[in-house]
């Protein structure tokens, strides 16, 4: 993480944070919860790398996010992602 963070950068610059998106995804093995780890302890502009690092993620390993995890998510926010992606 210290090496992406000094060489590569975390700004929010997209030449920055699509390059170290992807290797959170590499580094954690698509594990959706491990990537959002990452992206939180790397620092710089964690919010935006971690959506997209995560979001590939949870295309590529949907079986990383826990199922109650979803459910607290759709129950706090009113919401049913099935509305969202059929």
């Known amino acids: 993480l210290t090496l992406l963070y000094n ?20 580094l954690s093995k698509g594990d959706a919860l491990k990537c959002a780890q990452l992206a939180a302890e790397i620092g710089g502009d964690t919010d935006t790398i971690g959506s997209i690092a ?23 926010n009113n919401i049913n992602f099935d509305n969202y992606i059929y």
């Open 7 to 26: 060489e590569v950068g975390c700004s929010m610059e997209t030449i920055d944070t699509v390059p170290v998106a992807l290797a959170l995804v590499y």
């Open 54 to 76: 995560t979001s590939i993620c949870g295309v590529y390993r949907p079986e990383t996010i826990p199922q109650e995890m979803i459910e607290e998510i759709e129950k706090v």
